[in-house]
């Protein structure tokens, strides 16, 4: 079994549009994040999400949001999609409790925006 | 604030030559440190990790990497490269008891050549 899987793996998609991509992890860890890896392959931390609380980069356009309907799944919902928000994006998720907490990543989705 | 720095953005090796990839880092504390491996297409994957004690550690497919706290460094080394570890690699930097939230330096690509 896949410990973080996301879907889809790749999304191609036009300006304007509002997409989501899904993410699950069945590793039983309280923490979600989502990173955007860019053309030039820098990986930036854009949220970090537990029951308790969403930490939000100060960088990140409002028009991204996480939404987590359980502790398993943190998606990632774009609204008014730009040429600019084209990038790999990775889930990961870690044990946050217990202060041992490497990150374990998904394969990543592929966004391209035309 | 946490900073990691990768010098070398990109190294090329001779398949079965030693490899070492530096890494240095900013933070007040002792740090979380880490190494990932990033296939072509592929998600990041954990080499190894250093939280406390022994300041060499041991990881993955024969890797390993010495926390030199009076250099603020914690560099990837091993011994023989095989061509299948061309990849990226990033170290990244935890704080506190999220380690999760970890910072990620820009990467190193390492091409193999034959």
């Known amino acids: 079994d896949t410990a973080v899987s996301q879907t889809p793996k790749y999304l191609v998609t036009q300006m304007g549009n509002d997409k989501s991509i899904k993410c699950e992890q069945n590793l039983g860890h309280d923490t979600m994040y989502w990173y955007k890896q860019d053309s030039k392959k820098f990986l930036k931390i854009m949220f970090s999400y537990n029951n308790k609380e969403l930490i939000i980069n100060e960088t990140v356009p409002n028009r991204f949001s996480p939404k987590s309907p359980d502790k398993a799944h943190l998606n990632l919902h774009i609204n008014s999609l730009e040429l600019g928000d084209s990038a790999v994006y990775f889930c990961?998720?870690?044990?946050?409790?217990?202060?041992?907490?490497?990150?374990?990543f998904g394969q990543g989705t592929r966004l391209t925006v035309v | 604030a946490q900073s990691v720095t990768q010098p070398d953005i990109h190294i090329t090796v001779s398949e079965g030559a030693s490899l070492e990839l530096r890494c240095n880092y900013s933070y007040g504390a002792t740090p979380y440190l880490f190494w990932y491996v990033q296939s072509p297409g592929q998600g990041l994957q954990l080499l190894l990790k250093?939280?406390?004690?022994?300041?060499l550690v041991q990881g993955i497919k024969g890797f390993e990497a010495e926390f030199k706290r009076s250099q603020s460094s914690f560099n990837l080394r091993k011994p023989s490269v095989h061509w299948s570890d061309a990849a990226e690699y990033f170290c990244?930097?935890?704080?506190?008891?999220?380690?999760?939230?970890?910072?990620f330096g820009d990467g190193t690509t390492l091409t193999v050549k034959p």
């Open positions: 990244a930097v935890g704080a506190g008891t999220n380690a999760g939230k970890s910072t």
């Open positions: 990961a998720s870690s044990q946050v409790s217990g202060g041992r907490a490497e990150a374990f």
């Open positions: 250093y939280f406390s004690g022994d300041t």
